[in-house]
């Protein structure tokens, strides 16, 4: 019995003026439902992460993530989800609206543990603004007090939505709906205040948000009887590059154009050549600690220009390889690194093929 995150991507967005549905539009660096994938699958929680899309996805290599065709509503949509995982023995579902995009996977855990006792828990926030409300022409006051306004994800009991989704054909906004109508008990659990719906074109601009920009340069000398790293792959050649690492240039580059970006000093801090623990150190392990701190402190990477200076191997061969290497090691699409190759007239050490260098610039966002 395990646990299910079905993620509602199928909506028109009415109230959105734009050509694309907005769930497909960039928000921070990624496609807007993509924040919700991701956190589900970074949470561990779920065997099974549903994707309903009226829309191809493509690039899912996920063998957990299953994406599956919307109806034109809301609850056809939810049923059409339920009803394709029927029959593989979910205990828990979690219902989330793409356009959520800032819920924290803590609230994914306390939804969990309050759903132990329940077989419905749904997030709410408060309001701060006064509320009317219009009855036959007559406006009235409401306490805001008694007014809860529901986010999602929601979780259910699997066996208890999938019967109360049956027999509805009426149009609802959220799953909580369904257990309120039918007299069912709900859990209330506080929401997020983060976790707000973007509706309109104005919720994607980016809050407080400044680029900053960082500097790279490598340089290491060829020794016969190594392996060529470049870009944290193996690249066949009849030398390596000498260093107390792998002498990945590309990739020391990379690391000092990170650090440069984010004003924490050089990969020599981080990695002093005397230590022995970083002896024969691949360079990927170099950069994963830097990632962490990227992603720790708010930033995300617009892009990533590099010139890889030598008169072999060519660049051309291997760039789409390498390319291909840095967007899994940094978790960038394709069109955010640039490769260049560039020789030096047979000039000096690189020119007589007795070193390899790299320079890149990086610019990052940064989210307050
Ligand atoms: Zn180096």
């Not at 306490?143 to 009426?170: A, G, M, V």
Request: some cysteine; overall charge positive; aromatic content about 8%.
């Amino acid at each position: 019995m395990s646990n299910c995150f079905i993620l509602l991507a199928a909506g028109k967005g009415k109230r959105f003026k734009s050509k694309n549905p907005k769930q497909f539009i960039n928000y921070i660096n990624k496609p807007l439902f993509m924040h919700s994938v991701d956190k589900a699958i970074k949470s561990k929680m779920f065997k099974t992460i549903i994707i309903v899309s009226n829309l191809p996805i493509k690039n899912i290599r996920t063998k957990s993530i299953k994406v599956i065709k919307g109806g034109k509503e809301r609850h056809e949509s939810t049923q059409n989800a339920l009803n394709f995982i029927k029959n593989k023995k979910i205990k828990n579902v979690f219902i989330h609206d793409a356009a959520r995009p800032n819920f924290t996977i803590r609230l994914l855990k306390r939804l969990k543990n309050n759903l132990k006792k329940n077989k419905a828990v749904v997030p709410y926030i408060k309001t701060y603004n006064s509320v009317k409300f219009v009855e036959k022409n007559k406006i009235q006051n409401l306490d805001r007090e008694k007014l809860l306004f529901t986010q999602t994800p929601q979780c259910f009991d699997f066996k208890s939505i999938y019967k109360l989704s049956k027999l509805n054909k009426k149009k609802i906004t959220d799953e909580a709906s369904l257990f309120l109508t039918n007299n069912r008990k709900v859990k209330f659990i506080k929401g997020e205040e983060n976790n707000f719906k973007i509706t309109t074109i104005k919720d994607f601009k980016k809050p407080n948000v400044k680029s900053f920009y960082g500097i790279g340069f490598d340089i290491h000398r060829l020794i016969k009887n190594k392996n060529l790293f470049l870009g944290g792959i193996k690249i066949p050649f009849h030398s390596g590059l000498q260093g107390h690492s792998d002498g990945d240039v590309i990739l020391h580059a990379v690391i000092d154009g990170l650090l440069g970006a984010m004003n924490k000093k050089d990969i020599g801090t981080f990695y002093p050549s005397n230590k022995r623990k970083f002896k024969n150190i691949r360079s990927p392990n170099m950069l994963s600690p830097i990632l962490k701190i990227l992603n720790k402190d708010g930033y995300s990477i617009n892009n990533v220009d590099i010139n890889l200076i030598c008169e072999k191997p060519k660049v051309s061969k291997y760039r789409d390889k390498i390319i291909k290497s840095l967007c899994n090691l940094l978790n960038i699409n394709k069109d955010q690194v640039n490769l260049k190759g560039k020789t030096v007239e047979k000039l000096g050490l690189i020119g007589k093929e007795e070193a390899i260098a790299c320079e890149v610039i990086i610019s990052l966002d940064h989210y307050a």
